[in-house]
């Protein structure tokens, strides 16, 4: 198992940061949603945001967050028992989920169309990771982004650091279907140029993500790994250590080259 033909690729938290664009969303929407008239974020709220955003499932879930942060609510026990914190919060503010999300993606969205500029700059590469899929280029892997963030923004992003992905490499939040969905695809009909029966290596940095894949027996010579820089916690990290599905992945190790990430 030296080197995978396909190499799927989560994008943010894998390959690109976007937490200061995930909290900058957030606030905004938690303003809108909870009247606040200051604009301005408290000191030490952005801090305290990042460390948890592993615990987000789906993107209505940020604004709230926020909202329990600064009714007193503490990290611990965030981390302990988000799910049952954030429909407690809905049930006392009356708020819905899909309320939420839409003040959410209307914010994002009026965001990226009055300054898609400021918009990008809020996202920072992991670094060494577009080296290493550069390097994986060159040596003939095909590598394809498998992400719920909409493609033309990760094309965008991509472009800014010449990284030559093709459309049909990068299946975003269009596709609209699961990322299990999409890996069957590429197992049953591998991309042309790629030689002979498909391996792929999946890295993902949600720990959810990896065991749906490993629930699917038609995934099973899927190598999966979780990459230990992106939003997952330190519980998630442990469990995925003691998993033999998965391989626990760190920068130091991807940089490294494809046989130091299987040692």
């Known amino acids: 198992m030296a080197s995978p033909t396909i190499l799927a690729l989560d994008f943010d938290g894998v390959l690109c940061d976007g937490l200061i664009e995930y909290f900058q969303t957030a606030w905004r929407a938690y303003c809108q949603l909870f009247d606040r008239a200051d604009g301005t974020p408290p000191a030490g709220l952005a801090e305290r945001f990042y460390p948890l955003r592993p615990v987000i499932e789906t993107g209505w879930e940020m604004p709230l967050l926020l909202h329990a942060l600064l009714e007193g609510v503490t990290d611990v026990a965030v981390l302990a ?68 963030k909409e493609g033309r923004f990760i094309q965008q992003l991509l472009a800014q650091h010449d ?16 990322k299990t969905a999409t ?23 949600r720990l959810l993500t990896l065991h749906r894949v490993a629930a699917q027996p038609d995934l099973d010579a899927v190598t999966l790994f979780l990459a230990d820089w992106g939003y997952n916690t330190e519980a998630e990290r442990a469990e995925a250590h003691r998993d033999s599905r998965i391989h626990l992945l760190s920068l130091s190790q991807l940089v490294q080259g494809f046989p130091a990430w299987v040692a």
């Open 81 to 148: 028992d988000w799910p049952a914190i954030a429909q407690q919060i809905l049930a006392g503010t009356g708020l819905t989920a899909d309320r939420t999300m839409a003040v959410v993606d209307g914010v994002r969205d009026r965001w990226i169309r009055t300054d898609l500029t400021g918009w990008l700059s809020q996202h920072r590469f992991y670094p060494g990771v577009l080296e290493q899929v550069q390097g994986a280029i060159a040596a003939g892997v095909y590598p394809v982004i498998i992400s719920t």
């Open 163 to 178: 990284l030559p992905l093709e459309a049909a490499q990068i299946l975003g939040k269009e596709v609209r279907q699961p």
């Open 183 to 205: 890996l069957q695809q590429l197992l049953a009909q591998p991309p042309v140029g790629t030689p002979g029966q498909a391996t792929i290596w999946f890295i993902e940095d």
